[in-house]
């Protein structure tokens, strides 16, 4: 079975440290998305990236996220100026149609102290 | 915004017990999808309900998709431990590019 592969696991930073988080979707997919969910909370939208650009994005994506897809393989969400508040599990996914369910990967549990 | 809720919380149950969860829409959805999360895990696509009415079944789980495809439920008929997690529906944010708004999830303990 595919799947989606995000590394780190379980990232900590000082708070104004900025932050990659790396996913590698699977290879036939055509849409990628970054999700967060607080932990106890539900999973909220927080971009979706489609033919090399951002499709969407919600009013969490702001000025200090940002998205790339630098190669074929990889795509990343980096944090520019981690705040406390950016602590929360981050996860990527991916799907080959923007109707199928999500692959979503394992998640990388950022902690910012 | 489209908001996605879902009742209850929280359900204990005893293993052999049936379980539901409900979500409902703010808006109508074009189709709506239910995942599964375990404990410490991420969310696992499960199945997408696309017609008013719909009716599907995974073995002991049934979901359905209201006339006015608003709400949907998901039914588990003789809990297991293996159960355990929690239930998310989710919505289309109303784009072609995929965005789901997710519900709040039902936490499921199933005690054995």
């Not at chain 1, 599990?89 to 199928?100: E, H, I, K, L, P």
């Not at chain 2, 359905?64 to 355990?84: C, M, P, R, Y």
Request: aromatic share 12%; net charge neutral; with cysteine.
């Amino acid at each position: 079975e595919p799947e989606v592969t995000q590394t780190p696991s379980h990232q900590v930073t000082q708070m104004g440290q900025e932050v990659i988080l790396r996913c590698v979707p699977i290879s036939n997919h055509l849409y990628f998305y970054w999700y967060r969910q607080i932990l106890g909370q539900k999973v909220e939208f927080l971009v979706s990236f489609y033919n090399n650009e951002i499709s969407e994005k919600s009013e969490i994506f702001d000025d200090q996220f940002s998205v790339e897809r630098p190669d074929g393989s990889n795509f990343t969400l980096k944090i520019r100026s981690t705040k406390l508040e950016d602590s929360a599990m981050y996860f990527c996914a991916s799907r080959y149609t923007g109707g199928d369910g999500y692959t979503f990967g394992s998640g990388t549990r950022l902690t910012v102290v | 915004g489209q908001q996605v809720m879902q009742i209850p919380q929280y359900q204990h149950v005893q293993e052999g017990e049936d379980f539901t969860t409900y979500c409902n829409s703010s808006t109508t959805l074009s189709n709506i999808q239910w995942y599964k999360q375990r404990p410490g895990g991420h969310p696992v696509f499960l199945i997408q309900l696309v017609k008013s009415g719909e009716v599907k079944k995974q073995k002991r789980l049934t979901f359905q998709f209201g006339e006015a495809k608003k709400n949907s439920s998901l039914h588990i008929t003789a809990t297991q431990t293996t159960d355990v997690g929690t239930y998310f529906c989710a919505g289309p944010g109303g784009t072609s590019y995929g965005k789901l708004t997710f519900g709040q999830g039902t936490i499921l303990t199933v005690h054995p």
